[in-house]
């Protein structure tokens, strides 16, 4: 099999340096984008390339903007002609609690477009690629239930930019299906803090009564979720939004912790 390149954005850190770890392993090409932790980039790409002698770089980009995502991929492809999986792992994020109407104009915009918008962005440049060699892998990352279309509380930008990515993984995994590319999300649990780039070994070692599974979930776990849909032998899988949660019912809990406050 000729060796495959993936871009992983905000791969740096987190789930996301978990997952390109795991394709370091599997000696993939890889393409690190970042949008600020420059240092903390270049040198997990130097330990990549030391510990599994694979070709590794880093792009630097915030894909919530079209143009940095145009330069994103054309770095990309002058180091490695062509892109074959996409992992659209980056997404902001804002922790602080604020119902739907505290969110300023700019906000929302960054959300969304950071979320949702950059998925389009991406993928509609990466696409040529994939389709010239009759295969390819998209991944994008959603959360629990939001194949439901669930409210969240307090995140409202971010779940109504999620669940608009669900609908469009679904309708490209239909759209590509005849090209050889398949299109999945998968949907963390409650990973959080240090266990994003833990191994499952670890965790093991720690309970987790809230977890049906009894133990935290870790980076690790969603890692080999995202490597065997982006195998050979996961080409029948496409348009699915698969939960790694361990069981855990995350909004649930959310809804419970108001409840009790």
């Not at 370091?24 to 599994?52: D, M, P």
């Not at 050979?232 to 790694?244: A, H, L, Q, R």
């Amino acid at each position: 099999m000729p060796s495959r390149t993936v871009l992983i954005t905000g791969g740096a850190k987190g789930i996301g340096k978990k997952t390109a770890e795991m394709f370091a392993r599997k000696g993939f090409n890889l393409v690190i984008n970042y949008r600020n932790s420059q240092k903390e980039a270049e040198k997990f790409v130097k330990s990549l390339h030391s510990l599994y002698k694979i070709e590794c770089v880093t792009v630097q980009g915030d894909i919530s903007s079209p143009e940095d995502c145009e330069n994103i991929v054309k770095e990309s492809v002058k180091s490695f002609q062509s892109i074959d999986i996409l992992i659209h792992n980056a997404g902001p994020y804002v922790k602080e609690r604020k119902s739907f109407d505290q969110y300023s104009l700019e906000e929302w915009q960054y959300m969304v477009n950071g979320n949702l918008n950059s998925v389009f962005y991406l993928t509609k440049l990466i696409i040529p690629y994939m389709r010239s060699k009759k295969w390819g892998r998209i991944i994008t990352v959603g959360y629990d239930r939001v194949d439901q279309a669930p409210g969240w509380v307090y995140r409202s930008a971010f779940a109504a930019a999620k669940t608009g990515v669900a609908s469009l993984t679904r309708t490209i995994s239909i759209e590509e299906a005849k090209n050889g590319i398949t299109a999945n999300m998968v949907c963390p649990g409650d990973i959080v803090g240090e266990w994003k780039e833990e191994t499952i070994e670890k965790a093991h070692n720690h309970q987790d009564e809230q977890t049906p599974i009894g133990r935290p979930g870790t980076g690790e776990d969603v890692a080999r979720t995202i490597g065997f849909l982006c195998s050979e032998d996961s080409d029948f899988i496409t348009g699915s939004i698969i939960p790694v949660t361990g069981g855990k019912d995350v909004l649930g809990k959310v809804f419970h912790h108001m409840d009790e406050g």
